[in-house]
């Protein structure tokens, strides 16, 4: 049997934490509240007041961010041999009755990861605030780019479930801990090749408290995303392998800046001179525009094509896999411990 955790960080959440835990089904087994250094003390008030004997609570020392929490959460999942953990916000705004829901498709075998996605209707898509619209429909095209998963949407729904195979497979290390956490889990899912599916799923937007600001981190957003992008495409068409795609990459990005190039230059002497630019000219200057564009967009669509499609959980009978997901917890606690260890030491 499917052994099913639900993970819950934990901060500025007393208020809506009790109803979250008392809609989570009966399907899960465990129920990890994470709290990370909650100024409201939210990991204790579930010790004193809620007596529910799935509840795990784990306390940090110091806030480690969203990622920080969740991160700990799937480490104690591991631990103790669950085969899916389901991540869910403590604020109230996901269902948590829904649980078992994001987690179908990979409880099914469909799917390393499943998410929820908040734009499968329009109904609800009327529902949310307009800058959310907005900025998610910007960042998922981002993270198109970033994590090379083409067919996800709503790249920062936290709603998620993750098989222990692809869990054991991530190097929590390389994950960042606060804001971009969502995000970067795709982009290393990407890395690790594993198969992600998007579940409809409706938001409750109600009295809680955001606690991501905006304009602090959009600089950091475009920042990270732009580094991974870079990152993913230079080792998957060039460290990785090397195929035609990789070629028109290359030969479309060096037609494509020289026609800008030679065209610019022209053009500026032109308007310096008064001279107008012979016909030679204009067309040395269009056609590695006009051919370089044509490369990148066939580069575009094998790119699309070659999102992940077999399923890492598919190989978890493997004799090895055991092993490897202990190994990885002992890995991930060891450095977990260097870690605060240099925090205690500032």
Not at 102 to 122: C, L, M, Q, T, W
Not at 130 to 139: D, E, F, I, K
Request: glycine share 8%; charged share 25%; net charge positive.
């Amino acid at each position: 049997m499917t052994k099913l955790a639900v993970i819950i960080p934990c901060y500025k959440v007393r208020s809506h934490i009790r109803n979250v835990i008392a809609n989570i089904g009966p399907e899960i087994e465990r129920i990890y509240v994470v709290d990370d250094k909650c100024p409201e003390e939210s990991g204790q008030f579930v010790r004193d007041f809620i007596t529910d004997k799935r509840i795990h609570v784990i306390m940090h020392e110091y806030n480690k961010g969203v990622g920080g929490a969740v991160v700990t959460g799937y480490r104690a999942a591991l631990g103790d041999g669950m085969d899916i953990a389901i991540k869910v916000d403590g604020d109230g705004q996901m269902d948590p009755r829904l649980a078992s829901v994001i987690a179908e498709p990979v409880i099914a075998g469909k799917a390393d990861y499943s998410k929820g996605n908040r734009f499968h209707s329009v109904y609800n898509v009327r529902k949310m605030p307009v800058a959310r619209l907005m900025g998610n429909a910007a960042l998922s095209f981002i993270t198109k780019l970033s994590s090379g998963y083409w067919s996800i949407f709503d790249p920062t729904n936290g709603y998620t479930a993750i098989h222990r195979t692809a869990l054991s497979r991530l190097e929590f290390a390389n994950i960042d801990e606060r804001y971009f956490f969502e995000t970067d889990m795709l982009i290393n899912l990407g890395n690790s090749r594993a198969v992600v599916k998007d579940v409809a799923m409706e938001a409750i937007y109600a009295d809680e408290e955001s606690n991501l600001k905006i304009k602090k981190v959009l600089g950091q957003f475009l920042g990270k995303n732009l580094k991974e992008m870079i990152k993913r495409i230079v080792y998957t068409y060039y460290l990785r392998d090397f195929s035609l795609a990789s070629a028109q990459l290359l030969l479309g990005a060096a037609m494509l800046l020289f026609g800008l190039v030679f065209g610019a230059i022209h053009w500026t002497g032109s308007i310096t001179t008064g001279e107008t630019a012979s016909t030679g000219t204009i067309m040395v200057a269009t056609l590695p525009i006009i051919l370089g564009f044509q490369l990148l967009l066939s580069f575009l669509g094998f790119d699309i094509s070659n999102e992940p499609k077999d399923v890492l959980q598919h190989y978890r009978h493997f004799p090895e896999e055991k092993a490897l997901s202990r190994s990885a917890v002992t890995m991930h606690k060891a450095r977990n411990e260097r870690s605060d260890a240099r925090i205690n030491e500032r």
